[in-house]
């Protein structure tokens, strides 16, 4: 199977005035097609920083990331957001406030088109935004609520549905769900596997969740201090218990 994301050798230092720290410590990572990797490590142990790699917000020091086999490494977080989406912790990140629900569904479906453009024929779209929140309770008939009126909960699952609009080749969670109360993360957790599963995405999901970690996804890495000190797939992760992963952190 031809991997759908490659990350070589990478390394991101950090230069201090007296001592350079790599947060990410030469890492190899290999995703292939529709994988659900579920990243755990410490707090500082380089795992936004891994993401910020990918979608370029942050370039590394040294190591190539391939997309389908084409080298990204050194593109611009505008070209690499057309196939990579990326879902923050904090739930006002990922929508435009003084925009209505619907507007914000548009403006992700359009994505890469000049900013003028995105807004037109809203109309012509509300019976497939409509359709899109329709199983979804926390934002049925919300759709021309403006967003900075929504719940933290309710911004999520927003933010959460304008990155897989547009069916993105890979989709960054960067623990989505960690700022909401237990029952709003437990829904929205079970939207995002649903959804995952559904369109067939290939997923990489921060996660302090250890049963989340356990109960989603297909592989599991856990990262320390810039390194992957375990990576398990379904198989072996069906064997492991919560205490047996406590021992890595
Ligand atoms: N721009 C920067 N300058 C200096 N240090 C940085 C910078 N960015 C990250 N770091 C450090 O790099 C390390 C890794 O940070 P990162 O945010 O990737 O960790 P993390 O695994 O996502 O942690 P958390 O679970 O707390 O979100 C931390 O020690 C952090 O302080």
């Known amino acids: 199977m031809k991997p759908l994301l490659e990350i070589k050798d990478a390394v991101k230092t950090i230069y201090n005035d007296d001592d350079n720290l790599n947060?990410?410590?030469?890492?190899?990572?290999?995703?292939?097609?529709?994988?659900?990797?579920?990243?755990?490590?410490?707090?500082?142990?380089?795992?936004?920083?891994?993401?910020?790699?990918?979608?370029?917000?942050?370039?590394?020091?040294?190591?190539?990331?391939?997309?389908?086999?084409d080298d990204i490494t050194s593109e611009n977080l505008a070209k690499r957001s057309r196939h990579i989406s990326r879902v923050y912790q904090d739930p006002k990140s990922g929508t435009a406030p003084r925009m209505t629900v619907a507007?914000?569904?548009?403006?992700?479906?359009?994505?890469?088109?000049?900013?003028?453009?995105?807004?037109?024929?809203?109309?012509?779209?509300?019976?497939?935004f409509q359709k899109l929140i329709s199983n979804l309770p926390t934002l049925d008939n919300r759709l021309n609520t403006f967003t900075e009126k929504l719940s933290g909960g309710q911004r999520q699952t927003l933010s959460f549905l304008m990155a897989i609009i547009q069916k993105p080749e890979l989709l960054l969670l960067d623990?989505?769900?960690?700022?909401?109360?237990?029952?709003?993360?437990?829904d929205l957790m079970e939207l995002t596997s649903r959804i995952i599963l559904e369109k067939e995405l290939?997923?990489?999901m921060i996660t302090h969740d250890l049963s989340d970690a356990m109960k989603y996804g297909n592989r599991l890495i856990v990262l320390k201090k810039g390194e992957i000190i375990?990576?398990?797939?379904?198989?072996?992760?069906?064997?492991?218990?919560?205490?047996?992963?406590?021992?890595?952190?």
């Open 23 to 69: 947060i990410l410590n030469n890492i190899n990572l290999t995703i292939n097609p529709k994988d659900f990797l579920v990243v755990l490590g410490t707090n500082g142990a380089g795992k936004s920083t891994l993401l910020d790699a990918i979608t370029g917000t942050n370039q590394l020091t040294s190591g190539k990331i391939l997309l389908n086999g």
């Open 103 to 128: 507007e914000n569904l548009l403006l992700a479906k359009r994505r890469g088109l000049p900013r003028r453009l995105r807004l037109r024929k809203l109309n012509d779209h509300m019976e497939e």
């Open 175 to 186: 623990e989505h769900t960690a700022a909401l109360d237990p029952q709003t993360s437990k």
């Open 202 to 204: 290939t997923c990489m």
């Open 230 to 249: 375990l990576d398990l797939n379904q198989e072996e992760k069906n064997k492991l218990t919560e205490a047996d992963l406590l021992q890595y952190f």
